[in-house]
T-cell receptor, first 114, second 113 residues
Framework: GAGVSQSPSNKVTEKGKDVELRCDPISGHTALYWYRQSLGQGLEFLIYFQGNSAPDKSGLPSDRFSAERTGGSVSTLTIQRTQQEDSAVYLC????????????FGQGTRLTVV | GDSVTQMEGPVTLSEEAFLTINCTYT??????LFWYVQYPGEGLQLLLK?????DKGSNKGFEATYRKETTSFHLEKGSVQVSDSAVYFC????????????FGTGTRLQVFP
């Protein structure tokens, strides 16, 4: 596609349920990033992929969070046993190389845990 | 650790007014500095950047100067338009870790005709 695509755009889930958020990067972009924006907070780095490997996953807030990337393309961020504090907008970005400043961002997935 | 602090919004202006959105940072070494913009319903976009002290980034009439002495990177525009209404994020990238951006909390700008 022309840009980074994220789905769903909105997700409401019950506390304790698992959710999967999807990111389709721009074709050919080898680097992929996940960020989170909580209410009143800046964008918080979660994880970075180069190809299918994640050299930096230092931002994942707990072991309930995991992410994978397959075929050097689509990435899925999974949150297990969701908590209310997980409510946020989750943003994905991709870039041609390891240069996040040249990255293109998707419109995000707004997750609400009730 | 490294951090970015920017003024809280919303900032409300009339069209053609002068805009300043303050941004200060804390970082080790010499980071690169950025302003991103998020227009309603759109993804985050890079607006401008500066990679060393005294550099001035500019784009679409917006400017910001990298001030090492005051650790600041304030965003300015001489005459705002309604179409500039958006959320603006200040960010930095450490020279020791280029795979992540550290963002401020964002400032919402509302411009009225």
């Amino acid at each position: 596609g022309a840009g980074v695509s994220q789905s769903p755009s909105n997700k409401v889930t019950e506390k304790g349920k698992d959710v999967e958020l999807r990111c389709d990067p721009i074709s050919g972009h080898t680097a992929l990033y996940w960020y989170r924006q909580s209410l009143g907070q800046g964008l918080e780095f979660l994880i970075y992929f180069q190809g299918n490997s994640a050299p930096d996953k230092s931002g994942l807030p707990s072991d309930r969070f995991s992410a994978e990337r397959t075929g050097g393309s689509v990435s899925t961020l999974t949150i297990q046993r969701t908590q209310q504090e997980d409510s946020a907008v989750y943003l994905c970005a991709s870039s041609l190389a390891q240069a996040v400043t040249e990255a293109f961002f998707g419109q995000g997935t707004r997750l609400t845990v009730v | 650790g490294d951090s970015v602090t920017q003024m809280e919004g919303p900032v409300t202006l009339s069209e053609e007014a002068f805009l300043t959105i303050n941004c200060t940072y804390t970082a080790t070494g010499y980071p690169s500095l950025f302003w991103y913009v998020q227009y309603p319903g759109e993804g985050l976009q890079l607006l401008l950047k500066a990679t060393k002290a005294d550099d001035k980034g500019s784009n679409k009439g917006f400017e910001a100067t990298y001030r090492k002495e005051t650790t600041s990177f304030h965003l300015e525009k001489g005459s705002v338009q309604v179409s500039d209404s958006a959320v603006y994020f200040c960010a930095l990238s450490s020279p020791y870790n280029t795979d992540k951006l550290i963002f401020g909390t964002g400032t919402r700008l509302q411009v009225f005709p």
